[in-house]
């Protein structure tokens, strides 16, 4: 049996790629989710304790130091189980971190650069999608949006996200595009940046196509409103969005040599890349996509990701690692 430890109250993208393996996981071995803050099928403590003690074969897989520090728990109670621990940062982590990552018996990394920066040994295994729940689908314009054509970025609001960069980006495709939106879709962190976002639109007269959308569990709605997709993140530990719109179909720009996309998107053949922070080069391929001066086949895009990022493929690996690690 698989136990997936979950303890975030808000959707991630952490919350999305393991809600994303367990029905597939379920294929193979039983697979269920102990904690809350995810639509998963769950498992009640006295029944995790009961399998954790009863000698059965069981792999407990922790995604955040909380859910690492109640497998360690478990285990000084007298659990016997192998403990996985997946890191989902690219940043150097803390010594705290290091010193529980080094009580698993294995890491997983996402990305090549990921397993560079980390100072233990990790096996790369990298998220997958539900290509048959992300597709290429009859479009939707959600109600109250009068724009027909939208341009989303999907994640909290705030600076590391990149919305503002994107915004200054906007300025002139916008304003000389008026059946062109934007969709800022996630929970505001931070209300400053947000208000200097609403105050750049507001200052070009492009505020009436500038649309905050708050953390949606339904996400899958507003890939199907969207034409384009953005992900200016300055970093990513992965970056499960980019997966997701490109197996939509849906154009997607986003920041070179951050998270996977520079691994996933060869510029101008199934997507676009530009340096962080550059809002000038987004508004250059922007203009570009905007104007229908280039264009990329939606099939094209999905291709990608059905070939070498699906869920399928994500979860053979990790029952490879769940059979082999000490």
Same mark, same amino acid.
Not at 169 to 196: H, M, Q, R
Not at 231 to 247: K, N, P, R, W
Not at 263 to 269: F, Y
Not at 287 to 293: A, F, L, R, V, Y
């Given at each position: 049996?698989? +136990?997936?430890?979950?303890?975030?109250?808000?959707?991630?993208?952490?919350?999305?790629?393991?809600?994303?393996?367990?029905?597939?996981?379920?294929?193979?071995?039983?697979?269920?989710?102990?904690?809350?803050?995810?639509?998963?099928?769950?498992?009640?403590?006295?029944?995790?304790?009961?399998?954790?003690?009863?000698?059965?074969?069981?792999?407990?897989?922790?995604?955040?130091?909380?859910?690492? *520090?109640?497998?360690?728990?478990?285990?000084?109670?007298?659990?016997?189980?192998?403990?996985?621990?997946?890191?989902?940062?690219?940043?150097?982590?803390?010594?705290?971190?290091?010193?529980?990552?080094?009580?698993?018996?294995?890491?997983?990394?996402?990305?090549?650069?990921?397993?560079?920066?980390?100072?233990?040994?990790?096996?790369?295994?990298?998220?997958?999608? @539900?290509?048959?729940?992300?597709?290429?689908?009859?479009?939707?314009?959600?109600?109250?949006?009068?724009?027909?054509?939208?341009?989303?970025?999907?994640?909290?609001?705030?600076?590391?996200?990149?919305?503002?960069?994107?915004?200054?980006?906007?300025?002139?495709?916008?304003?000389?595009?008026?059946?062109?939106?934007?969709?800022?879709?996630?929970?505001?962190?931070?209300?400053?940046?947000?208000?200097? +976002?609403?105050?750049?639109?507001?200052?070009?007269?492009?505020?009436?196509?500038?649309?905050?959308?708050?953390?949606?569990?339904?996400?899958?709605?507003?890939?199907?409103?969207?034409?384009?997709?953005?992900?200016?993140?300055?970093?990513?530990?992965?970056?499960?969005?980019?997966?997701?719109?490109?197996?939509?179909?849906?154009?997607?720009?986003?920041?070179?040599?951050?998270?996977?996309?520079?691994?996933? +998107?060869?510029?101008?053949?199934?997507?676009?890349?530009?340096?962080?922070?550059?809002?000038?080069?987004?508004?250059?391929?922007?203009?570009? +996509?905007?104007?229908?001066?280039?264009? *990329?086949?939606?099939?094209?895009?999905?291709?990608?990701?059905?070939?070498?990022?699906?869920?399928?493929? @994500?979860?053979?690996?990790?029952?490879?690692?769940?059979?082999?690690?000490?």
């Amino acid at each position: 049996m698989v +136990i997936h430890i979950h303890f975030h109250s808000h959707k991630t993208g952490v919350t999305r790629s393991v809600e994303n393996i367990i029905p597939v996981l379920n294929k193979y071995s039983e697979a269920l989710v102990f904690g809350y803050g995810i639509d998963a099928p769950k498992i009640k403590l006295l029944h995790l304790l009961k399998l954790a003690n009863s000698g059965n074969k069981l792999v407990i897989h922790a995604h955040r130091n909380n859910e690492i *520090i109640f497998a360690l728990l478990l285990r000084t109670l007298g659990g016997k189980f192998k403990l996985i621990f997946t890191r989902h940062s690219e940043t150097k982590p803390s010594d705290f971190t290091l010193w529980l990552m080094k009580k698993a018996d294995h890491i997983v990394s996402l990305s090549s650069s990921m397993a560079k920066s980390l100072p233990v040994k990790s096996t790369i295994i990298r998220h997958g999608v @539900n290509t048959e729940i992300f597709d290429i689908g009859e479009k939707i314009i959600p109600e109250g949006i009068p724009q027909k054509k939208l341009i989303t970025v999907i994640g909290r609001v705030r600076p590391a996200k990149g919305q503002l960069v994107v915004m200054k980006a906007l300025i002139a495709p916008l304003k000389n595009s008026v059946d062109w939106g934007l969709l800022l879709i996630g929970k505001t962190d931070d209300k400053n940046y947000s208000d200097e +976002i609403i105050s750049v639109a507001r200052e070009n007269g492009i505020s009436s196509q500038v649309h905050f959308i708050p953390e949606s569990n339904d996400i899958i709605k507003y890939y199907r409103a969207s034409s384009i997709v953005v992900i200016a993140s300055i970093s990513e530990g992965f970056s499960l969005v980019c997966l997701e719109a490109m197996a939509c179909g849906l154009v997607t720009i986003a920041t070179e040599l951050v998270g996977i996309h520079s691994e996933v +998107i060869e510029n101008g053949v199934n997507g676009f890349l530009f340096p962080v922070n550059d809002h000038e080069s987004l508004s250059t391929i922007l203009t570009s +996509i905007i104007s229908g001066e280039i264009c *990329i086949d939606k099939r094209k895009i999905r291709q990608t990701i059905f070939e070498e990022w699906s869920v399928e493929r @994500n979860v053979r690996e990790l029952l490879k690692l769940y059979e082999t690690s000490p």
